[in-house]
Protein backbone atom coordinates (compact mmCIF):
# COMPACT_ATOMS: atom_id res chain seq x y z
CA UNK A 1 0.00 0.00 0.00
CA UNK A 2 3.06 2.14 0.98
CA UNK A 3 4.65 1.09 -1.57
CA UNK A 4 2.49 1.86 -4.40
CA UNK A 5 1.87 5.60 -2.81
CA UNK A 6 5.50 6.24 -3.14
CA UNK A 7 6.06 5.31 -6.52
CA UNK A 8 2.93 7.17 -7.74
CA UNK A 9 4.11 10.08 -6.33
CA UNK A 10 7.61 9.25 -8.38
CA UNK A 11 6.40 9.47 -11.21
CA UNK A 12 5.27 13.25 -11.03
CA UNK A 13 7.72 14.91 -9.67
CA UNK A 14 11.47 15.37 -9.92
CA UNK A 15 13.88 13.54 -7.74
CA UNK A 16 15.02 16.16 -5.13
CA UNK A 17 11.42 17.41 -4.36
CA UNK A 18 10.53 13.50 -4.39
CA UNK A 19 13.14 12.56 -1.49
CA UNK A 20 10.84 15.37 0.85
CA UNK A 21 7.55 14.61 -0.44
CA UNK A 22 8.54 11.06 0.32
CA UNK A 23 9.40 12.56 3.64
CA UNK A 24 6.71 14.28 4.52
CA UNK A 25 4.10 11.24 3.11
CA UNK A 26 6.53 8.65 4.84
CA UNK A 27 5.88 11.05 8.19
CA UNK A 28 2.14 10.97 7.66
CA UNK A 29 1.75 7.32 6.96
CA UNK A 30 3.36 6.89 10.46
CA UNK A 31 0.78 8.94 12.04
CA UNK A 32 -1.99 6.97 11.09
CA UNK A 33 -0.32 4.15 12.04
CA UNK A 34 0.08 5.83 15.66
CA UNK A 35 -3.34 7.16 15.88
CA UNK A 36 -6.14 5.05 13.95
CA UNK A 37 -8.58 7.73 14.81
CA UNK A 38 -7.07 10.36 12.49
CA UNK A 39 -7.55 9.98 8.97
CA UNK A 40 -5.20 10.75 5.84
CA UNK A 41 -7.44 12.77 4.37
CA UNK A 42 -7.29 15.41 7.35
CA UNK A 43 -3.33 15.41 6.79
CA UNK A 44 -3.48 15.50 3.42
CA UNK A 45 -5.80 18.53 4.03
CA UNK A 46 -3.17 20.19 6.37
CA UNK A 47 -0.91 20.42 3.57
CA UNK A 48 2.13 22.40 4.65
CA UNK A 49 2.73 25.23 2.46
CA UNK A 50 6.15 24.58 0.87
CA UNK A 51 4.10 21.45 -0.24
CA UNK A 52 2.68 21.60 -3.84
CA UNK A 53 -0.94 20.04 -4.34
CA UNK A 54 -0.52 16.42 -4.33
CA UNK A 55 -2.22 14.24 -7.57
CA UNK A 56 -3.08 11.68 -4.42
CA UNK A 57 -6.00 13.37 -3.15
CA UNK A 58 -9.03 13.98 -5.39
CA UNK A 59 -11.38 16.77 -4.02
CA UNK A 60 -14.77 16.17 -4.49
CA UNK A 61 -18.16 17.28 -3.02
CA UNK A 62 -21.68 15.59 -2.47
CA UNK A 63 -24.78 17.33 -2.12
CA UNK A 64 -27.78 15.86 -1.21
CA UNK A 65 -30.19 17.73 -2.46
CA UNK A 66 -33.17 16.35 0.15
CA UNK A 67 -31.66 18.49 2.71
CA UNK A 68 -31.29 21.32 0.72
CA UNK A 69 -34.04 23.72 1.22
CA UNK A 70 -35.79 26.83 -0.62
CA UNK A 71 -35.42 29.29 1.68
CA UNK A 72 -32.08 28.97 2.69
CA UNK A 73 -29.17 30.85 1.16
CA UNK A 74 -26.24 30.37 3.48
CA UNK A 75 -23.74 28.73 1.17
CA UNK A 76 -24.15 31.93 -1.28
CA UNK A 77 -23.85 34.11 1.40
CA UNK A 78 -20.98 32.22 2.44
CA UNK A 79 -19.18 32.19 -0.53
CA UNK A 80 -19.90 35.90 -1.48
CA UNK A 81 -18.46 36.62 1.86
CA UNK A 82 -15.58 34.43 1.47
CA UNK A 83 -14.65 34.95 -1.68
CA UNK A 84 -16.01 39.03 -2.11
CA UNK A 85 -18.66 38.75 -5.11
CA UNK A 86 -22.20 39.52 -4.72
CA UNK A 87 -23.12 41.22 -1.17
CA UNK A 88 -19.46 40.48 -0.29
CA UNK A 89 -18.14 43.75 -2.68
CA UNK A 90 -19.83 47.11 -3.43
CA UNK A 91 -17.99 46.89 -6.60
CA UNK A 92 -19.78 45.18 -9.34
CA UNK A 93 -22.66 47.96 -9.10
CA UNK A 94 -22.99 48.95 -12.80
CA UNK A 95 -23.59 45.60 -14.25
CA UNK A 96 -27.10 44.15 -15.54
CA UNK A 97 -28.10 40.86 -12.85
CA UNK A 98 -27.82 38.73 -15.31
CA UNK A 99 -23.48 40.10 -15.74
CA UNK A 100 -23.07 39.91 -12.54
CA UNK A 101 -20.47 36.95 -10.84
CA UNK A 102 -22.25 33.78 -10.06
CA UNK A 103 -20.22 31.83 -8.09
CA UNK A 104 -22.69 29.52 -6.41
CA UNK A 105 -26.77 29.41 -7.67
CA UNK A 106 -29.51 27.79 -5.98
CA UNK A 107 -31.36 25.87 -8.97
CA UNK A 108 -35.10 24.50 -8.32
CA UNK A 109 -35.86 21.74 -10.57
CA UNK A 110 -39.15 20.89 -11.29
CA UNK A 111 -40.63 17.15 -11.84
CA UNK A 112 -43.42 18.21 -15.09
CA UNK A 113 -45.55 14.80 -14.22
CA UNK A 114 -45.43 15.03 -10.45
CA UNK A 115 -45.05 18.78 -9.52
CA UNK A 116 -42.36 17.15 -6.99
CA UNK A 117 -39.54 20.13 -6.61
CA UNK A 118 -35.80 19.57 -6.04
CA UNK A 119 -33.66 22.90 -4.69
CA UNK A 120 -29.98 22.60 -5.41
CA UNK A 121 -26.93 24.43 -5.26
CA UNK A 122 -25.32 24.51 -8.69
CA UNK A 123 -21.44 25.67 -8.65
CA UNK A 124 -18.50 24.89 -10.42
CA UNK A 125 -18.06 21.05 -10.83
CA UNK A 126 -14.96 20.41 -11.11
CA UNK A 127 -14.61 17.62 -13.94
CA UNK A 128 -11.93 14.95 -14.49
CA UNK A 129 -12.32 16.48 -18.12
CA UNK A 130 -13.20 20.18 -18.24
CA UNK A 131 -14.13 21.18 -21.45
CA UNK A 132 -13.42 24.95 -20.01
CA UNK A 133 -10.07 23.48 -20.20
CA UNK A 134 -10.23 22.35 -23.58
CA UNK A 135 -10.88 25.26 -25.09
CA UNK A 136 -8.90 27.19 -23.36
CA UNK A 137 -6.45 29.54 -26.10
CA UNK A 138 -4.48 30.50 -23.40
CA UNK A 139 -3.97 27.74 -21.02
CA UNK A 140 -5.83 29.86 -18.01
CA UNK A 141 -7.99 27.46 -17.45
CA UNK A 142 -6.48 24.67 -15.61
CA UNK A 143 -7.08 22.04 -13.73
CA UNK A 144 -4.77 21.53 -10.70
CA UNK A 145 -3.02 18.40 -9.09
CA UNK A 146 -5.66 17.85 -6.54
CA UNK A 147 -8.46 18.33 -9.53
CA UNK A 148 -9.58 21.62 -8.73
CA UNK A 149 -10.04 23.54 -11.65
CA UNK A 150 -9.32 26.97 -11.98
CA UNK A 151 -8.40 30.27 -13.63
CA UNK A 152 -5.02 31.65 -13.71
CA UNK A 153 -6.18 35.59 -13.71
CA UNK A 154 -2.70 36.31 -15.12
CA UNK A 155 -3.00 34.73 -18.50
CA UNK A 156 -6.87 34.92 -18.86
CA UNK A 157 -7.46 37.31 -21.60
CA UNK A 158 -11.27 37.22 -21.27
CA UNK A 159 -12.48 35.68 -24.02
CA UNK A 160 -14.91 33.51 -22.24
CA UNK A 161 -14.76 30.42 -24.59
CA UNK A 162 -14.67 28.39 -20.93
CA UNK A 163 -18.40 30.08 -19.83
CA UNK A 164 -19.94 29.23 -23.40
CA UNK A 165 -18.38 25.43 -23.09
CA UNK A 166 -19.38 24.99 -19.85
CA UNK A 167 -22.72 22.77 -19.72
CA UNK A 168 -23.05 23.98 -16.02
CA UNK A 169 -23.17 27.84 -16.62
CA UNK A 170 -21.16 27.77 -13.70
CA UNK A 171 -18.62 30.52 -14.76
CA UNK A 172 -18.91 34.35 -14.95
CA UNK A 173 -16.96 37.17 -16.45
CA UNK A 174 -16.62 40.40 -14.89
CA UNK A 175 -17.59 43.70 -16.36
CA UNK A 176 -16.02 46.31 -14.13
CA UNK A 177 -13.38 47.17 -12.11
CA UNK A 178 -12.84 45.99 -8.75
CA UNK A 179 -11.19 47.78 -5.53
CA UNK A 180 -12.26 45.44 -2.45
CA UNK A 181 -10.74 42.02 -3.25
CA UNK A 182 -10.35 39.64 -0.31
CA UNK A 183 -6.71 39.22 0.35
CA UNK A 184 -6.14 35.58 -0.86
CA UNK A 185 -8.90 35.45 -3.54
CA UNK A 186 -7.97 38.31 -6.17
CA UNK A 187 -10.52 39.08 -8.91
CA UNK A 188 -10.18 41.84 -11.54
CA UNK A 189 -11.98 43.16 -14.43
CA UNK A 190 -11.61 41.09 -17.86
CA UNK A 191 -11.32 37.66 -16.53
CA UNK A 192 -13.43 34.83 -16.19
CA UNK A 193 -13.81 33.13 -12.90
CA UNK A 194 -16.17 30.46 -10.68
CA UNK A 195 -16.22 28.00 -7.48
CA UNK A 196 -12.71 27.14 -6.35
CA UNK A 197 -13.87 25.19 -3.92
CA UNK A 198 -12.41 28.15 -1.58
CA UNK A 199 -8.82 26.68 -2.39
CA UNK A 200 -7.38 28.75 -0.33
CA UNK A 201 -9.10 27.48 2.79
CA UNK A 202 -8.62 23.44 1.24
CA UNK A 203 -4.57 24.28 1.12
CA UNK A 204 -4.81 25.12 4.91
CA UNK A 205 -6.65 22.18 5.64
CA UNK A 206 -10.61 23.96 6.18
CA UNK A 207 -13.29 23.09 4.26
CA UNK A 208 -14.95 25.20 1.66
CA UNK A 209 -17.38 28.34 3.32
CA UNK A 210 -20.47 26.66 1.71
CA UNK A 211 -19.88 23.37 3.26
CA UNK A 212 -19.35 25.23 6.85
CA UNK A 213 -22.41 27.55 6.65
CA UNK A 214 -24.29 24.63 5.94
CA UNK A 215 -23.27 22.29 8.62
CA UNK A 216 -22.66 25.38 11.09
CA UNK A 217 -26.85 26.19 10.35
CA UNK A 218 -27.72 22.19 10.80
CA UNK A 219 -28.70 21.32 7.10
CA UNK A 220 -25.73 19.18 6.67
CA UNK A 221 -26.82 18.89 2.72
CA UNK A 222 -23.14 19.59 1.73
CA UNK A 223 -20.13 16.91 2.16
CA UNK A 224 -16.64 18.18 0.94
CA UNK A 225 -13.40 15.31 1.15
CA UNK A 226 -10.93 13.32 -0.43
CA UNK A 227 -12.74 11.02 -3.00
CA UNK A 228 -9.48 9.22 -3.22
CA UNK A 229 -9.74 8.27 0.50
CA UNK A 230 -11.78 5.57 0.98
CA UNK A 231 -12.12 6.10 5.07
CA UNK A 232 -12.90 9.86 4.13
CA UNK A 233 -16.78 10.86 4.70
CA UNK A 234 -17.66 11.99 1.40
CA UNK A 235 -16.21 8.28 -0.04
CA UNK A 236 -17.96 6.39 2.71
CA UNK A 237 -21.12 8.56 2.03
CA UNK A 238 -20.28 7.74 -1.16
CA UNK A 239 -20.85 4.06 -1.23
CA UNK A 240 -24.02 3.82 0.80
CA UNK A 241 -26.24 6.29 -1.05
CA UNK A 242 -26.92 7.44 -4.97
CA UNK A 243 -25.82 10.08 -6.27
CA UNK A 244 -25.96 11.30 -9.74
CA UNK A 245 -23.86 13.74 -11.77
CA UNK A 246 -25.41 16.53 -13.49
CA UNK A 247 -25.45 15.44 -17.35
CA UNK A 248 -23.37 12.56 -16.54
CA UNK A 249 -24.57 11.75 -20.37
CA UNK A 250 -21.44 14.29 -21.26
CA UNK A 251 -18.68 12.07 -19.74
CA UNK A 252 -17.25 15.21 -18.08
CA UNK A 253 -17.01 13.25 -14.74
CA UNK A 254 -17.36 15.83 -12.36
CA UNK A 255 -16.33 16.13 -8.71
CA UNK A 256 -19.55 17.32 -7.49
CA UNK A 257 -22.31 14.80 -6.86
CA UNK A 258 -26.02 15.16 -5.94
CA UNK A 259 -27.75 12.82 -3.91
CA UNK A 260 -32.34 12.15 -4.31
CA UNK A 261 -32.50 14.03 -8.06
CA UNK B 1 50.77 86.81 -49.54
CA UNK B 2 52.21 87.96 -45.75
CA UNK B 3 48.67 89.67 -44.93
CA UNK B 4 46.80 86.64 -46.59
CA UNK B 5 48.85 84.46 -44.07
CA UNK B 6 48.29 86.37 -40.88
CA UNK B 7 44.72 86.43 -41.95
CA UNK B 8 44.49 82.89 -42.50
CA UNK B 9 46.66 82.10 -38.93
CA UNK B 10 44.05 85.10 -37.22
CA UNK B 11 41.16 82.90 -38.57
CA UNK B 12 42.34 79.30 -37.57
CA UNK B 13 42.92 80.55 -33.94
CA UNK B 14 39.51 82.30 -33.45
CA UNK B 15 37.68 78.91 -34.84
CA UNK B 16 39.83 77.18 -32.12
CA UNK B 17 38.46 79.59 -29.40
CA UNK B 18 34.76 79.50 -30.67
CA UNK B 19 34.84 75.56 -30.75
CA UNK B 20 36.31 75.96 -27.26
CA UNK B 21 33.21 78.31 -26.26
CA UNK B 22 30.62 76.22 -27.83
CA UNK B 23 31.90 73.15 -25.85
CA UNK B 24 31.46 75.43 -23.06
CA UNK B 25 28.08 76.64 -23.45
CA UNK B 26 27.04 72.85 -24.31
CA UNK B 27 28.31 71.76 -21.01
CA UNK B 28 26.93 74.63 -19.09
CA UNK B 29 23.63 74.12 -20.60
CA UNK B 30 23.59 70.33 -20.47
CA UNK B 31 24.21 70.98 -16.82
CA UNK B 32 21.33 72.91 -16.51
CA UNK B 33 18.73 70.73 -17.86
CA UNK B 34 19.99 67.96 -15.46
CA UNK B 35 19.57 69.97 -12.39
CA UNK B 36 16.20 71.33 -14.36
CA UNK B 37 15.01 67.77 -14.42
CA UNK B 38 16.47 66.65 -11.40
CA UNK B 39 14.69 69.29 -9.68
CA UNK B 40 11.46 68.59 -11.83
CA UNK B 41 11.16 64.83 -10.73
CA UNK B 42 12.37 63.93 -7.21
CA UNK B 43 13.92 60.86 -6.15
CA UNK B 44 10.70 59.64 -4.33
CA UNK B 45 10.74 59.32 -0.94
CA UNK B 46 9.92 55.54 -0.06
CA UNK B 47 7.26 54.90 2.66
CA UNK B 48 9.34 51.93 4.97
CA UNK B 49 7.50 49.99 7.40
CA UNK B 50 7.76 50.77 10.53
CA UNK B 51 7.82 46.73 12.18
CA UNK B 52 10.44 45.32 10.27
CA UNK B 53 13.64 46.40 10.08
CA UNK B 54 14.74 44.34 6.88
CA UNK B 55 13.37 42.92 3.59
CA UNK B 56 13.34 39.16 2.85
CA UNK B 57 16.32 40.30 0.46
CA UNK B 58 19.19 43.17 -0.02
CA UNK B 59 18.02 46.31 -0.88
CA UNK B 60 20.20 46.11 -4.02
CA UNK B 61 18.69 42.37 -4.84
CA UNK B 62 14.86 43.70 -4.04
CA UNK B 63 15.26 46.63 -6.60
CA UNK B 64 16.65 44.55 -9.48
CA UNK B 65 14.93 40.91 -8.79
CA UNK B 66 11.61 41.76 -6.98
CA UNK B 67 9.24 41.20 -10.14
CA UNK B 68 11.34 37.89 -10.74
CA UNK B 69 10.47 36.71 -7.34
CA UNK B 70 6.77 37.49 -7.88
CA UNK B 71 6.06 35.92 -11.34
CA UNK B 72 8.11 33.25 -10.00
CA UNK B 73 5.54 33.03 -6.96
CA UNK B 74 2.78 33.50 -8.66
CA UNK B 75 2.81 30.44 -11.04
CA UNK B 76 4.15 28.71 -7.70
CA UNK B 77 1.32 29.52 -5.61
CA UNK B 78 -1.31 29.53 -9.08
CA UNK B 79 -0.21 26.31 -10.31
CA UNK B 80 1.06 23.81 -8.06
CA UNK B 81 -0.67 25.47 -4.79
CA UNK B 82 3.11 26.38 -2.80
CA UNK B 83 1.96 29.23 -0.29
CA UNK B 84 5.20 30.04 1.00
CA UNK B 85 5.60 33.54 2.62
CA UNK B 86 8.36 34.73 1.61
CA UNK B 87 8.27 35.92 -1.62
CA UNK B 88 4.12 36.07 -1.73
CA UNK B 89 2.36 39.61 -2.92
CA UNK B 90 0.58 38.96 0.37
CA UNK B 91 3.57 39.59 2.13
CA UNK B 92 4.86 42.59 0.40
CA UNK B 93 1.53 44.28 1.13
CA UNK B 94 1.66 42.81 4.86
CA UNK B 95 4.65 44.38 5.41
CA UNK B 96 4.83 47.85 3.41
CA UNK B 97 1.37 49.35 3.78
CA UNK B 98 1.21 52.41 5.84
CA UNK B 99 -1.51 53.39 8.34
CA UNK B 100 -3.22 56.63 7.93
CA UNK B 101 -3.76 59.36 11.22
CA UNK B 102 -6.97 56.47 12.04
CA UNK B 103 -5.08 53.78 12.37
CA UNK B 104 -6.42 52.48 8.79
CA UNK B 105 -4.25 51.00 6.00
CA UNK B 106 -3.75 52.89 3.04
CA UNK B 107 -3.79 51.71 -0.65
CA UNK B 108 0.01 49.97 -1.45
CA UNK B 109 -0.80 51.46 -4.72
CA UNK B 110 -2.12 54.40 -3.88
CA UNK B 111 -0.06 58.03 -4.77
CA UNK B 112 2.88 58.75 -2.40
CA UNK B 113 2.92 55.14 -1.10
CA UNK B 114 5.37 52.35 -1.54
CA UNK B 115 4.88 50.43 -5.07
CA UNK B 116 3.41 53.71 -6.55
CA UNK B 117 5.89 56.09 -5.79
CA UNK B 118 8.74 53.84 -6.99
CA UNK B 119 7.23 52.73 -10.33
CA UNK B 120 5.89 56.15 -11.06
CA UNK B 121 9.13 57.51 -10.84
CA UNK B 122 10.45 55.00 -13.07
CA UNK B 123 7.16 54.79 -15.49
CA UNK B 124 6.46 51.52 -15.24
CA UNK B 125 2.96 50.55 -14.53
CA UNK B 126 1.91 47.81 -12.41
CA UNK B 127 -1.43 45.62 -13.10
CA UNK B 128 -1.18 43.57 -9.65
CA UNK B 129 -3.83 45.75 -8.02
CA UNK B 130 -6.15 45.06 -10.62
CA UNK B 131 -6.97 42.04 -9.07
CA UNK B 132 -4.44 41.58 -5.81
CA UNK B 133 -5.71 43.31 -2.49
CA UNK B 134 -3.91 46.66 -2.14
CA UNK B 135 -4.28 46.05 2.01
CA UNK B 136 -3.03 43.34 4.17
CA UNK B 137 -7.26 43.09 5.35
CA UNK B 138 -10.15 42.50 3.50
CA UNK B 139 -11.85 45.49 3.84
CA UNK B 140 -15.48 43.93 4.63
CA UNK B 141 -15.80 40.28 6.74
CA UNK B 142 -15.00 37.30 5.54
CA UNK B 143 -10.66 37.13 5.94
Partial sequence: ?261 | MKMAGKTAGSTRSAGVQVTFLHRLVLYVMLLAMVSLVRAAVPVPDIPLPQDAKQCVQPKSIMRREHFNFLYHQRDETMRRGIRTKRYSLVNCVSCHAQKDAKQQYIPINEKGQFCSSCHEYTAVKIDCFECHATVPVSKSAGQ
Avoid at chain 1, 114 to 141: M, R, W, Y
Avoid at chain 1, 163 to 192: N, W
Avoid at chain 1, 218 to 245: C, H, M, W, Y
Fill in chain 1, 1 to 261: MKETHYSSQQQSSPPQTDLSKRKWIGGAAALVALSPGLRLVELAAAKPNDQPASSAVRWGMLVDTERCTDSCTACVDACQLENGWGKGSTDESRSRATQKAHWIRKVKLRDRETGKTHILPLFCQHCENPPCVDVCPTGASFKRADGIVLVDKHICIGCRYCMMACPYKARSFIHEALHDQRVLVPRGKGTVESCTFCVQRVDRGEQPACVEACAKLGNKALTFGDLSDPESAIAKQRTEVTSRAIRADLALNPRVRYQGI
